[in-house]
């Protein structure tokens, strides 16, 4: 289910799975699995207007609310691939129409994120990579000039652009996963979370005042058991604290516009 809290705070409630909010238009994008495979929708935060609006996972509104970014499966066989399709990145209007494919790749592209001023897009890939280890990419919104950022031996996912336009948060993977952070030009790669054997930290996520990031912490409880919790931290890696932490699992963070609330989904049950 897809859910809201305060940043920190009580719980509010909203329909199914990983979403984010827009800018300006207060609706929140998500995507929720149906018969037909995963499906995105839009909703008002109460859960009313519900709207379908395309097939595809990862929603991302732009700066001002009037674009989703999106990923979607194709039907080309990538070198290696869960499913046998590669992933490339779509963007839309906020309504579900003008559908238009940015990037085309035998291996995947995902995980995108608007610039503040809209006119770029980064993203994960595994286009240079490949053997299922992705790095980051920045592209211009039209899908022209396509970049890797400062490539390295090491598996970067999930980036997330800072609200200032200068550096970008990802998940960076060696025996575990850490937050990190790297200015776009390439410079100045920094670690903000330190793992340990037993933890995992993912999903970067900035404040809309660029002083905290949001994050996915998951406790190792067993080898096929880990308790996922939402964190947040200063932007400079300083006092991690749980948001929500508990006996179900939390996760894929996302602040509102205001930064009073982070929308996120979960496993905990529906109410009565």
Known sequence: MLAVAAAPGGLLRAPSAFAAYPGSNGKVAFQRLERDGYNIFSTNLDGSALTPLTTGIDPVWSPDGRKIAFVRHTGRTPSEGEDGRATEIYVMNFDGSGVTALTSHLEDDYHP?????????????????????????????????????????????????????????????????????????GSGETPLTTTTASRLNSDPQWSPDGKKIAFTSGLILAPDETDYDIYAMNADGSDQRPVLAGAVDDFFGNWSPDGSKIVFASYRPSDP
Request: aromatic fraction near 10%.
């Open 113 to 185: 994120t608007w610039s503040p001023d809209g006119k770029k897009i980064a993203f994960a890939s595994e286009r240079e990579g490949g053997n299922g280890r992705p790095d980051i990419y920045v592209m211009n919104a039209d899908g022209s000039d396509i970049r890797r950022i400062a490539p390295t031996s090491r598996s970067r996912d999930e980036p997330a652009w800072s609200p200032d336009g200068t550096r970008i948060a990802f998940t960076a993977y060696r025996a575990n996963s850490d937050i990190f952070v790297i200015n776009v030009d």
